[in-house]
């Protein structure tokens, strides 16, 4: 059917309160929000969730690994329903934005319906995936990974964070596993509005971004074994030096990077040295190699490269050395007919836009892989994310919001 007309819109002031009122839950340090997936603050925040989806009418479903689905029925009970979402979960330093607006936009648009007296054919549901960060344990999009069945249940239950605790009992002492067998459900569509953690949109002062592709990514973990020893009496020539191993891998891969231009990223956020001490040369360095690229000829050269280079590097000063891939997708192109509901939904409402690849990884990624999917992204300002300081204004939510909204009720098919 066509997209419905331009008078249907969000209420952008409501989307906008419901951001400010779930930043309070789980706050950072400076403005942004602490709220990492299975703490106290992430179970406080699905309360508030699932309290405003209860009011606007919505049933509450939820799987083996937390995933919150909220239901608003369709008039065909056999209709396949359209899920809509993110995630609520943030990094230790994350913004108020990142993965909140997508599940809060997906309420809005639900209670846009309600407010409208809008019935759809299909179900709508929104979904607030678990785990998308990865921040406290890895990989990240973890939920959405085991629900397409690239992980199986009891690798997503035995992943650890840095203390040792595992995601099934750290999900079971939260209160938040459901009894849902994971991958179950059958989706007739995926739609995700993510804020865009990039500088594009913002620096061609574009509205909305119509996501094509998805980078694919390798997420390398590095161990690199020296010898614990006085930084001040230990002659240099006399050193195993696991720091200065990692240094020359991490200039090495940011050579690699280069080489691979255009459209190929790499670097490393996280590292920890043991024992940390000022005036003790490091026994173990363990670090993160995250490498990202469009292109899947590309993605598994600069990874061949890397883990080819860095034992030479390594065994040149006597360090040990060992690698495994902890995080990994391929690249992603979305559904051409859903990527185009988006860009006319756009063009419809008057809102200016351009074609973008997703840097990031999402959940949308993984749904990808078993019913069509695509994404809509807004600017954020400067292009920060992973930050406190991540900002978007109240105009770029709602438009993106109001796209998210046609795109969905056209996927949905509106009633009467």
């Known amino acids: 059917m066509a997209a419905p007309g331009e008078n249907l819109r969000i209420n952008g002031d409501r989307l906008w309160g419901s951001l400010m009122d779930m ?60 899920y809509v979402g993110s995630h609520l979960d943030t990094q230790p330093t994350g913004g108020k934005y990142d993965g909140v607006l997508g599940v809060l936009a997906a309420l809005e648009v639900v209670r846009s319906m309600n407010d409208l007296g809008i019935q759809t054919k299909h179900p709508i549901v929104v979904t607030n995936w678990a785990n998308e960060e990865g921040a406290r344990f890895a990989p990240a999009m973890l939920a959405s990974g085991v629900f397409a069945g690239i992980h199986s249940l009891e690798f997503g239950y035995g992943r650890k964070d840095p203390d040792g605790k595992t995601y099934g009992d750290e999900l079971k002492r939260i209160g ?44 390398l973990e590095f161990t690199l074994t020296g010898k614990e020893a006085h930084t001040g009496s230990t002659p240099m020539n006399m050193r195993v030096n696991a720091g200065l191993a990692m240094a020359r891998i991490l200039e090495m891969v940011q050579t690699v990077a280069m080489e691979h231009q255009p459209g190929a990223v790499g670097g490393v956020g996280q590292m920890k040295f043991s024992p940390n001490s000022r005036n003790v040369l490091p026994g173990t360095v363990v670090f993160t190699v995250d490498i990202r690229s469009p292109e899947l000829a590309k993605l598994n050269s600069m990874r061949a490269r890397i883990e080819a280079e860095a034992p030479a590097i390594c065994e040149a000063l006597g360090v040990g050395y060992a690698v495994e891939a902890v995080g990994h997708f391929d690249p992603v192109t979305f559904d051409p007919t859903l990527v185009a509901r988006v860009r006319k939904a756009a063009e419809d409402l008057g809102y200016s836009h351009m074609d973008v690849i997703s840097g990031a990884g999402h959940d949308a990624c993984w749904t990808n892989k078993v019913a069509p999917s695509t994404m809509i992204m807004c600017p954020c300002v400067g292009g920060l994310s992973h930050n406190e300081a991540e900002e978007i204004s109240k105009e770029w939510s709602t438009a993106g919001a109001d796209v998210l909204l046609h795109a969905v009720l056209e996927t949905a098919e509106i009633v009467g």
């Open 23 to 82: 930043a309070k839950i789980g706050p950072g340090i400076a403005g942004g929000n602490n709220r990492q997936t299975l703490t106290d603050e992430d179970g406080e925040g699905r309360q508030l969730f699932r309290r405003w989806c209860e009011e606007a009418g919505m049933s509450m479903g939820v799987d083996q690994m937390g995933t919150m689905f909220m239901t608003r029925p369709g008039t065909d009970p056999d209709a396949l329903p359209v």
């Open 176 to 219: 938040w596993q459901g009894d849902e067998v994971v991958g179950a459900r059958k989706m007739h569509a995926y739609f995700e509005y993510h804020i865009e953690q990039g500088p594009i949109l913002e620096a061609e002062n574009k509205q909305i971004g119509v996501v094509t592709h998805g980078q694919g990514l390798w997420w």
